[in-house]
């Protein structure tokens, strides 16, 4: 029973490391930006489309791959922030534009869309047996998608906050986060910042939609659920917190695994969202963020 519950347990940190990385582009974004950016779900299903294009035409490792999609998700954010939600606040002139959300809703439904007309309805998985092969500690069982999900994200995320502590363009991004008509008048464009923040959200976001694609197989609708979990993940970890949002998907993956030993899944989901609502009510800024005094 014990190994049991182990089990359950490191299952839970491996898959909520990655739901961690999952909602880390979405709470730096609403750090700096402060807009709730609802199609994040669908820039995952592309990043995990993007994986498995690279694995089938190009012949490279999941892994391998996390690079290439980085590197796409990249331009993707920088060309959608400048071009498509930049004028909004132009035009809105406001800190938190109501129409980026009705936007962000809109591309959302859109993207969800487009890719079942290029995709088609199916679950689509990469090929080759690494998906599959375990590795045994003991009584344990873990797949390398598992291991090597845990090891990257966690590196990940160390990396990300360690950019934005120790460098001038981190610095820059946390200084406009914390008060943009301060940081303007410092002389930080923050039209500047607001890309690069957007741009680096979506390419943590192809990563993690790279590793992702090695636990589960990708369809138009995949972001929907990841989604949803995202933006709990950051409302537990605290709106904002960058680091907050790693635990915060710690927190979910342990109690999605632990409550399903003990539960029906269905139960386990319910009280994640009871969780999620306890905490929106009772401590806003979330379990591992700070409260404004």
């Not at 609708?221 to 995202?230: L, V």
């Amino acid at each position: 029973m014990s190994s049991t519950i182990t089990q359950a347990l490191l299952n839970g940190i491996a898959s909520g490391a990655i739901y961690g990385l999952i909602a880390l582009g979405l709470s730096l974004q609403f750090g700096v930006m402060k807009i709730i950016n609802f199609a994040h779900g669908s820039f995952l299903m592309i990043a995990m489309y993007l994986a498995l294009w690279g694995c089938r035409h190009l012949g490279l490792h999941p892994l391998a791959v996390i690079p290439l999609v980085m590197a796409a998700l990249y331009v993707v954010g920088h060309v959608t922030q400048r071009w498509l939600i930049e004028p909004i606040y132009r035009k809105e002139a406001t800190r938190e534009p109501i129409g980026v959300l009705i936007f962000t809703t809109g591309l959302w439904i859109f993207l969800d869309n487009l890719f079942l007309v290029l995709a088609g309805p199916d679950f689509q998985s990469p090929p080759g047996d690494w998906p599959n092969e375990v590795v045994m500690v003991g009584d344990l069982i873990f797949t390398y998608p598992q291991v090597a999900g845990f090891i990257v994200a966690s590196a990940v995320t160390l990396l990300l906050v360690t950019f934005l502590r120790g460098t001038r363009i981190g610095r820059m991004i946390r200084a406009t986060g914390q008060d943009r008509e301060a940081a303007s008048v410092l002389g930080i464009d923050s039209a500047a910042v607001y890309q690069v923040s957007f741009a680096l959200g979506l390419a943590v976001l192809g990563v993690a939609g790279s590793l992702l694609l090695t636990i589960v197989p990708v369809d138009p609708f995949i972001g929907d659920s990841y989604g949803i979990r995202a933006f709990v993940v950051v409302v537990l970890g605290g709106i904002g917190s960058v680091g907050g949002a790693f635990w915060g998907g710690i927190l979910v993956g342990i109690i999605e695994s632990m409550g399903a030993q003990f539960m029906p899944v269905t139960y386990s989901e319910a009280m994640i969202f009871a969780i999620f609502l306890g905490v929106l009510y009772f401590r806003p800024a979330g379990l591992f963020g700070l409260e404004e005094a």
